[in-house]
């Protein structure tokens, strides 16, 4: 689930959280549920924190953590895209700090006539350009 973002500067890096969430659009799915993997990354300066060693400068990783579980073990969603969407403007809403933030989204229990990891969706999203003001 790698892309190149280094190019935005300081993160913090959630990788291959999984829970157990009931979307998508069959209802075997909202009913029975899945498994879901999800990645996040969030953007914000890390220069304060990473000179003052103190929790108070940063964003815990437990916050952001929370956030995913909530809406992944949550209400059903029909589409990935909804969830990374709740995902992503939930943690800006929650922490002004974070400029932007990416998701992805992945399935890994999909019917497919083949082998796969997952499938899913990665989004982006900016607190300049994607959160109303």
Known sequence: ???DWSKFGDKLVLRGLMFHGYHGVKQEEKKLGQKFLIDVDAWMDLRTPGQSDNMADTVSYTDI???VKNIVEGP???LLESVAQLIATTTLNNHSQISAVRVVVGKPHVAVPG???YLGVEIIRYRNTDMPV
Request: hydrophobic fraction near 35%.
């Open 1 to 3: 689930m790698a892309s």
């Open 76 to 78: 059903s969603q029909n």
């Open 65 to 67: 953590y929370r956030i």
């Open 115 to 117: 082998p796969l990891d």
